[in-house]
């Protein structure tokens, strides 16, 4: 019997299908790339926009893993199990929004690595009148500019030790 939630499920590896998995030293490896996955966490409700995101991460070309939490609560579980590398996250979402999320994952020293990145609908004026975010997170605004997020992902790997050896393209 499987025990795991349906959210724990829901990721996509943006490797080729042929390829198979395997542990090594804690880090999942692709015996191909022989590199780490790079982990992205997407915090989104909305299930037509977490799908065309697993997509444009898949063709990327990268071995990225994404995981996908539906709320800010299940964001914050997810992102204290999988270390993302980059973090992003809707800001209007049932339960504890993003807004919330933002501020309790500023709370958690462990997780201060993470680059974090809010995609939203939002104007800026809405988002200051709902009480702003942290600094040092960007915001980058709906329809998502999957160009720019891909530079975020990159950038943000380049300074994590265990990828700088490693080419990722």
């Not at 998995?21 to 780490?36: C, M, S, V």
């Not at 444009?56 to 204290?80: D, H, K, M, T, Y």
Request: hydrophobic share 40%; charged share 20%; proline share 7%.
């Amino acid at each position: 019997m499987d025990m795991r939630s349906d959210s724990d499920k829901t990721e996509t590896f943006a490797s080729p299908p042929q390829e198979t998995h395997a542990q090594g030293k804690g880090h999942e490896f692709l015996p191909a790339f022989n590199t780490p996955l790079l982990t992205i966490l997407l915090v989104d409700d909305d299930g037509e926009l977490t799908e065309v995101a697993k997509e444009v991460v898949a063709n990327w070309g990268w071995p990225v893993r994404l995981v996908v939490a539906q709320n800010g609560s299940e964001g914050i579980r997810l992102a204290g199990l999988n270390r993302p590398v980059v973090i992003v996250t809707d800001l209007m979402m049932p339960d504890m929004d993003g807004f919330q999320m933002l501020k309790n994952l500023s709370e958690i020293p462990d997780l201060m690595v993470s680059r974090v990145v809010v995609v939203t609908g939002m104007d800026d004026q809405q988002i200051k009148d709902h009480g702003d975010i942290p600094a040092g997170v960007e915001i980058l605004h709906k329809p998502t500019p999957y160009d720019r997020l891909k530079e975020i992902v990159l950038t943000s790997t380049m300074f994590m030790p265990s990828v700088c050896s490693q080419s990722v393209q």
